[in-house]
């Protein structure tokens, strides 16, 4: 098993995209716990909301919806610009300011340290990262059905309504944003059923990877 943070070259960043009650969080709990570094989940809202200056209902709000039209090049060129403070950006969309702060914020969690971050574009925002892996989290839909209808304490035909509901936002704001398709394999390093393992068994999985990855690195220096 990999050992801590620490032992990397380097922060290694973890980006977990995932089904609405796949298990996304709680795996990416475990193996934050197992490597001694820190998950980024609605904490990464907090942090963002500090750093823009915007208070943190306005995240919440906003976070992972989907967007109305706007030109996507005008939103990045905005933000390599000027920041927070430029006129283009006191002007866009509240959505699109949401979205830059916590673009930031991911890029700034990365180059300070190791971690785990939770949905929210990080892969995106770290893809010219190379010690970033990125893993995409998916189930069978009559277990997360399940899940979610204990969770939320509603018969299965309503939670199988809101998986549906929250898996199309999701998706709606990742393929807007990063110009690429969420859920699909060829978005990720990894993608796994966690209905197979279970949370213990997809984290197992996931730091294998991450070790074979490193030794792989390892050996094109050599």
């Given at each position: 098993?990999?050992?801590?943070?620490?032992?990397?070259?380097?922060?290694?960043?973890?980006?977990?995209?995932?089904?609405?009650?796949?298990?996304g969080?709680?795996?990416?709990?475990?193996?934050?716990?197992?490597?001694?570094?820190?998950?980024?989940?609605?904490?990464?809202?907090?942090?963002?909301?500090?750093?823009?200056?915007f208070?943190?209902?306005?995240?919440?709000?906003?976070?992972?919806?989907?967007?109305?039209?706007?030109?996507?090049?005008?939103?990045?060129?905005?933000?390599?610009?000027?920041?927070?403070?430029?006129?283009?950006?006191?002007?866009?969309?509240?959505?699109?300011?949401?979205?830059?702060?916590?673009?930031?914020?991911?890029?700034?969690?990365?180059?300070?340290?190791?971690?785990?971050?939770?949905?929210?574009?990080?892969?995106?925002?770290?893809?010219?990262n190379?010690?970033?892996?990125?893993i995409?989290?998916?189930?069978?839909?009559?277990?997360?059905?399940?899940?979610?209808s204990?969770?939320?304490?509603?018969?299965?035909?309503?939670?199988?309504?809101?998986?549906?509901?929250?898996?199309?936002?999701?998706?709606?704001?990742?393929?807007?944003?990063?110009?690429?398709?969420?859920?699909?394999?060829?978005?990720?390093?990894?993608?796994?059923?966690?209905?197979?393992?279970?949370?213990?068994?997809?984290?197992d999985?996931?730091?294998?990877?991450?070790?074979a990855?490193?030794?792989?690195?390892?050996?094109?220096t050599?």
């Amino acid at each position: 098993m990999l050992g801590k943070a620490g032992s990397f070259m380097g922060n290694k960043i973890y980006t977990i995209g995932r089904e609405f009650g796949s298990g996304g969080r709680e795996i990416g709990e475990k193996l934050a716990e197992r490597l001694g570094i820190k998950l980024y989940d609605k904490e990464l809202l907090q942090q963002a909301a500090k750093e823009s200056g915007f208070c943190e209902e306005i995240f919440e709000n906003h976070d992972e919806k989907p967007t109305s039209s706007f030109l996507y090049s005008l939103v990045m060129d905005t933000y390599s610009l000027n920041g927070y403070h430029s006129a283009p950006f006191l002007d866009m969309p509240l959505n699109h300011k949401v979205f830059l702060a916590q673009f930031d914020t991911i890029k700034k969690i990365a180059e300070r340290e190791s971690c785990v971050i939770v949905g929210r574009c990080a892969d995106y925002a770290l893809s010219d990262n190379p010690d970033c892996i990125n893993i995409f989290i998916h189930a069978d839909m009559d277990k997360r059905v399940k899940i979610i209808s204990q969770r939320a304490n509603i018969t299965e035909n309503k939670a199988r309504d809101l998986i549906q509901k929250q898996d199309k936002q999701r998706a709606s704001y990742y393929n807007y944003y990063t110009s690429k398709k969420w859920g699909d394999s060829r978005s990720y390093d990894m993608c796994i059923n966690s209905s197979v393992l279970g949370p213990e068994g997809t984290a197992d999985m996931i730091i294998a990877f991450a070790k074979a990855k490193e030794a792989q690195n390892q050996k094109k220096t050599e």
